[in-house]
C-alpha cells in the first residue's frame, strides 16, 4: 500500500516541478531571458506542434503555429498571471485558437462556408483549470473518446479538432441545433468523469 | 437561435462554450446567464478541463530540430538581443597576465595524465555503451513514431470524411434476420465512407459481412465489415472516384474473405437520399 502512495507521491511531485519549472521559465522571458525560451520550448514544443498538426494536417502550416505561440508567449509572458492556470493550458490554447483561425480562413478561401455565423463565432474559454495530463489520463480520456456513442464523438470532434461551430455542425449531420447541443455536452460530460476518474 | 427559455436549454450549452462554438449571439446569451447560475458556472469550469485535456489527446510527434532554432532566432531577431555575454571577455583579460600559472599547471598536468589516460579509456568504454543503447532506443522511438502515425491517420480518416463537403448520409435499418440492427453511413465521393453500426448478430464461424454501395447499375462491394464482441462496427473505407450516384447500402453476410456481387442474406439495408448534406 504504502508503495502506491510513493508512486502517487513522486508522480504529483513532478507535475509540480514541471508547473514550478514553468512558471520560472515564463519569468525568465519576461525579463527578455533568451535561455528560458528554449527550455521552454524544449518542455512543450511537442505538445503544441501535435495539437496544430492535429487540427491543420499539414507540416508547413503547424511549425507556423509553433512559431507563432512561442512568439507570443515571448510577447506577453510579462502580462502573464500565474492565477489564470497552467503554462502548458495558456500555450495550447494559443495553439488552437491560431490553428482553428487558419483553418477557417482557409475554409473561407475556398468558398466552403455555410453561413456568415463563421465570422461570429466566439473564441474558446481561456483553460483556467487545464494542466498537463500523466501518460495514464491521456490514455484514459482517449479510451472514454474511444467509447463515446459515435455521433456524439463526431460532433466533439467536429467543433475541437475542426473549429465547426453549432450551425455547422447541425447542418453538416442534418441534426437539430438542439441535438447538437446535447450530444457535445454529454459528450463532455463523460470525458469530465473518465478524467476524475483517472486522478 | 435556439429559444432558450427555460434553464435547461441554456445548461445545455455549457459543452459548446467551452469549445468556443456558440454563436456570438448565443454566447452573449449564455454568458448572462451564467453570471446569475453558480451550477452552470461550476460545470463551465469542470468542462474547460475536458477541452484542455482534448487538446493533449492527438498523438505527440516530436517538430523538427530546425524548427527550434528557426523559432529561437525569429525571437532573437524580434529583440535584437544578440549581445555577447561581456563576463566571458573580462575573465580572458584577467588570466591573460597570469601566463606562468599556465605553464605550471602544464607541470602539474603532465603528471597526472598517465592516471587520466587510463581513466579516459574506461569512460570511453562507457560512453561507447551508452551510445549503443542510445542507437537502439532511437529505433525502437522510430517504430514508435511510425505506429503513432499510423493510428493517428486511422483516426483522422474519419474526419476528414465527416468534414467533407460533399457528405451524404444514410441510415440503414435491421432486415427481418437482424430486426435489432441498425446502421449509419456518411458517405462523401471526394474523402470515402464511414460506417456505424449497433446490434449487429455474431458472426458464425467462416462467414462475413460486407458493405455494398448499390448504384443504379450494380451493387459494388467498399469492404468487409466484422463487429466487435457488442456487435459495434466503426469502420472506414475507400471508395472509387468515379463510382455512379449510390441509390442504397446494404449489409450482406457473406463467406470469409468477401465475394463480388452479394449472395447471402441482408442484414441491413438502407436507400440515399438524393440532396447532399450540405
Redesign the interface.
Known sequence: MWLIWAILDSRRERADEDRSADQLALAGLARGDETALASLYDRHATGVYSLALRILQDVGDAEDIVQEVFTQAWRQASRYDARRGAVVAWLLTMARTRAIDRLRARRTRTQDVIDDDVAEVSDPVALQDAMLLSGEQVSRVRAAVSQLPVLQRVALELAYYEGLTHAEIAARLEEPLGTVKTRIRSAMLKLRDALEGAR | ??GPTDHN?LH????????????????AIFETHLAGCPACADE?????????????????????PA??A???A???R??G?AEPAPRAAAAAGAFGSLSWLAAAASIVLAAGLGVYASQLRGRIGALEDQLREATLRADANERQMADLRRV?AEA?S???V??S?D?A?VDLAGQPVAPSASA?AFWSRSRGLVF?ASDLPALPPGRIYQLWVVTAQAPISAGLVRPDQTGRV?AVFQTPPDIPQPVAMAVTIEPDGGVPAPTGDRYLIGTVASRP??
Not at chain 2, 459548446?16 to 448565443?26: C, H, I, N
Not at chain 2, 469542470?46 to 493533449?56: E, F, M, P
Open positions: 437561435m435556439a436549454a445545455e450549452m455549457s459543452g459548446l462554450y467551452v469549445l468556443g462554438s456558440l454563436s456570438r449571439e448565443d454566447r463551465v469550469r469542470s468542462l474547460t478541463r475536458v477541452s484542455g485535456s482534448l487538446a493533449q489527446l492527438p498523438p505527440q510527434i516530436p517538430p523538427s524548427l527550434r528557426r523559432v529561437l525569429a525571437v532573437g524580434l529583440e538581443s493517428s483522422q474519419q474526419v476528414a465527416l468534414a463537403p457528405l448520409r449509419r456505424t466503426n448534406v450540405s
